[in-house]
């Protein structure tokens, strides 16, 4: 199971802090560094810096561990501009960059920066052709024409320096799966219970089977919390805090843990959790920190990492 840090500075934080917590993650041996790409938080406003232009800086900053957008939202960029930006970042980190694409989502950041949020269908149909573009455009000299964009077969340079993953995430039944099936090197979603797991799955691989894919070659990963504390007692007293902020009992959250198969206990057992993942098919974690940048206990998230290890 590849391991990888999840970071959302639309809560607020300064490009320093994510060079800091970018060079932690190398320095701990995780898979990815991730970060997510937002204007603004829902609730609040915080400095919040720009996904691609700071991933930019990351690849000059740290030198083996993947640097990964999830997801950029194809509201903000034409597509010809994210594979032009992809393509550099590419250039400049040698290859660890990783490509996450979606519809975007959250209304409050568009209406504050005045950038247009069409309606659902039409961004899933946006989507597609995004992804279809982006393909197009790091092979080179295949063109593309769509409803909503148009590529001219021009050799676009440079190429990336071997194959750029493009990450397709969301959590939807059919239609994400069924892109992330037809272009994806990754599918990603949030924690979620085996039945929904499988039926995405299924729908997936189906339409890599379809587009002549080998579903296999495709690496499923999760983004969510984990629950962890060094020993049974630690984990019961993190447990009741962490109820608390949901305004549930202990009993209620630890039953939320096991239904999203969301790591947690002691070590023994949140590395089983991790287990049962990889058997259902998840190949990659995504340990999802979810406040401000200066907020993470790296020193706590040591504990969280050293554990799903096993």
Same mark, same amino acid.
Request: proline share 6%; net charge negative; charged share 25%.
């Given at each position: 199971?590849?391991?990888?840090?999840?970071?959302?500075? %639309? &809560? #607020?934080?300064?490009?320093?802090?994510?060079?800091?917590?970018?060079?932690?993650?190398?320095?701990?041996?995780?898979?990815?560094?991730?970060?997510?790409?937002?204007?603004?938080?829902?609730?609040? /406003?915080?400095? &919040?810096?720009?996904?691609?232009?700071?991933?930019? #800086?990351?690849?000059?900053?740290?030198?083996?561990?993947?640097?990964?957008?999830?997801? !950029?939202?194809?509201?903000?960029?034409?597509?010809? &501009?994210?594979?032009?930006?992809?393509?550099?970042?590419?250039?400049? /980190?040698?290859?660890?960059?990783?490509? #996450?694409?979606?519809?975007?989502?959250?209304?409050?950041?568009?209406?504050?920066?005045?950038?247009?949020?069409?309606?659902?269908?039409?961004?899933?149909?946006?989507?597609?052709?995004?992804?279809?573009?982006?393909?197009?455009?790091?092979?080179?000299?295949?063109?593309? =024409?769509?409803?909503?964009?148009?590529?001219?077969?021009?050799?676009?340079?440079?190429?990336? =320096?071997?194959?750029?993953?493009?990450?397709?995430?969301?959590?939807?039944?059919?239609? !994400?799966?069924?892109?992330?099936?037809?272009? +994806?090197?990754?599918?990603?979603?949030?924690?979620?219970?085996?039945?929904?797991? /499988?039926?995405?799955?299924?729908?997936?691989?189906?339409?890599?089977?379809?587009? @002549?894919?080998?579903?296999?070659?495709?690496?499923?990963?999760?983004?969510?919390?984990?629950?962890?504390?060094?020993?049974?007692?630690?984990?019961?007293?993190?447990?009741?805090?962490?109820?608390?902020?949901?305004?549930?009992?202990?009993?209620?959250? +630890?039953?939320?843990?096991? /239904?999203?198969?969301?790591?947690? #206990?002691?070590?023994? %057992?949140?590395?089983? !959790?991790?287990? @049962?993942?990889?058997?259902?098919?998840?190949?990659?974690?995504?340990? %999802?920190?979810?406040?401000?940048?200066?907020?993470?206990?790296?020193?706590?998230? @040591?504990?969280? &990492?050293?554990?799903?290890?096993?």
């Amino acid at each position: 199971m590849q391991l990888a840090l999840m970071t959302e500075p %639309q &809560v #607020g934080g300064s490009y320093d802090r994510l060079v800091e917590l970018a060079r932690w993650a190398e320095a701990e041996g995780l898979d990815a560094f991730a970060r997510s790409d937002h204007y603004l938080d829902q609730d609040r /406003s915080a400095p &919040v810096t720009d996904a691609l232009t700071s991933l930019a #800086g990351l690849a000059r900053e740290t030198t083996r561990i993947q640097l990964v957008v999830l997801v !950029t939202p194809l509201t903000f960029r034409h597509p010809g &501009v994210i594979a032009k930006t992809a393509a550099t970042i590419d250039e400049m /980190s040698g290859g660890r960059f990783a490509l #996450g694409v979606g519809t975007g989502w959250m209304a409050r950041e568009h209406e504050a920066f005045g950038i247009p949020l069409p309606p659902l269908d039409e961004r899933f149909s946006r989507l597609y052709e995004t992804l279809a573009y982006l393909r197009a455009a790091f092979r080179g000299k295949e063109g593309f =024409t769509g409803r909503h964009y148009r590529l001219a077969p021009v050799d676009v340079l440079p190429r990336p =320096t071997g194959r750029l993953p493009i990450i397709v995430g969301g959590s939807g039944m059919r239609k !994400t799966p069924t892109f992330a099936g037809r272009f +994806a090197d990754e599918y990603n979603m949030f924690v979620t219970d085996r039945e929904t797991l /499988s039926r995405r799955l299924e729908v997936m691989r189906e339409a890599a089977a379809d587009a @002549g894919r080998d579903p296999d070659e495709i690496l499923v990963s999760f983004a969510g919390p984990a629950v962890v504390a060094e020993d049974p007692a630690a984990y019961r007293e993190l447990l009741a805090r962490r109820a608390a902020r949901r305004n549930m009992t202990p009993a209620e959250y +630890a039953e939320l843990l096991v /239904s999203r198969n969301i790591p947690h #206990g002691a070590p023994d %057992q949140a590395a089983a !959790t991790l287990a @049962g993942l990889a058997a259902m098919g998840v190949g990659r974690y995504y340990i %999802q920190e979810y406040r401000a940048l200066d907020e993470i206990d790296t020193e706590a998230l @040591g504990v969280v &990492v050293r554990a799903l290890r096993g």
